[in-house]
């Protein structure tokens, strides 16, 4: 939690990132992550300063329990002063343990964010989805919270001014904003009208924009005219020796020796592997999206 000190900008996790949303397209699979269509809305996680503090706080774990389908989870909140935004005890359950930072006493509006991330954990924990050193995972709770629609409430808490700043979670701001545009091009939700942080904004629409530079990478047929002109030039130099570097692609040859190229995908980010000849459409097995590309 940066609380009146600097905020990480910028994409520096974004390979993490990436490996988030494949794994969870992996672990949950293409149907499983579809039920996660509609996010949390708003209403369901208002918290208001009249509000009782312990029972508003169950109330809305209790909303974060049930948007994540774990009928059988039961979440006692409890308050305390700490470093951290947030902490669950990640026992066997049914009940789960969480503390909150005492400064959320003050700042209720935020206790959605916070537990958005802190449920997410008792989700993975019982998926046994989790990534190796503590840094890596909770950049895959981030993003597992964001992708499956209760993240935007982290990207919100975000606020930022010449006096002071606050941000919960991981991610970057940008990083967040990239992962909500992930999720908004397959859902068809806009998640910029739930914000009430005008940097929470700026930050979506930088990641939008980073996320569809994921759609616009060659072979794509969306490629631009420089990368279309790059892709050439490496495509008749291989299968040369050593890496190409800079570029998401990769050439090498089969058991018959024709060319092939692989790339990531721009939704799930698993690579695909197409033969060199054309146009080509191909189907990726993991999130069933449908590509344009010309090899």
Not at 51 to 61: C, I, T, Y
Not at 71 to 91: G, K, Q, W, Y
Not at 273 to 278: E, I, L, M, S
Request: proline content about 6%; charged content about 25%.
């Amino acid at each position: 939690m940066a609380d009146d000190g600097p905020v990480e900008h910028g994409y520096p996790h974004l390979d993490t990132v990436r490996d988030a949303i494949t794994a969870l397209y992996k672990r949950l699979s293409y149907d499983t992550v579809q039920t996660f269509a509609t996010s949390v809305a708003p209403v369901d996680v208002a918290f208001g300063d009249t509000d009782d503090l312990h029972l508003g706080a169950q109330r809305v774990a209790r909303e974060m329990v049930r948007h994540y389908r774990l009928p059988d989870a039961r979440l006692i909140v409890s308050f305390r002063e700490m470093t951290h935004a947030a902490n669950v005890e990640l026992a066997a359950g049914p009940e789960y343990f969480v503390e909150l930072n005492d400064r959320f006493r003050t700042h209720r509006r935020d206790i959605g964010a916070a537990l958005a991330h802190e449920v997410m954990h008792v989700y993975l924990h019982r998926l046994d989805l989790s990534f190796p050193g503590t840094r890596e995972n909770e950049i895959l709770t981030d993003t597992a919270a964001t992708y499956l629609g209760a993240g935007w409430l982290l990207l919100d808490a975000y606020r930022e001014d010449s006096a002071s700043s606050q941000k919960l979670g991981y991610l970057t701001p940008e990083e967040f904003g990239y992962v909500l545009a992930k999720r908004a091009l397959v859902f068809g939700e806009d998640p910029s009208v739930w914000f009430t942080s005008p940097q929470a904004y700026t930050a979506y629409v930088k990641g939008m924009a980073q996320a569809r530079r994921d759609e616009q990478q060659p072979p794509l047929t969306a490629a631009g005219w420089a990368g279309r002109r790059r892709y050439a030039h490496d495509r008749r130099h291989a299968p040369g020796p050593g890496s190409l570097s800079g570029v998401p692609y990769a050439f090498s040859g089969d058991r018959g020796g024709s060319l092939r190229v692989s790339f990531p995908c721009p939704t799930c980010h698993q690579r695909i592997r197409v033969p060199v000849r054309g146009r080509v459409r191909a189907r990726c097995s993991l999130c069933r999206t449908v590509l344009e590309c010309d090899t």
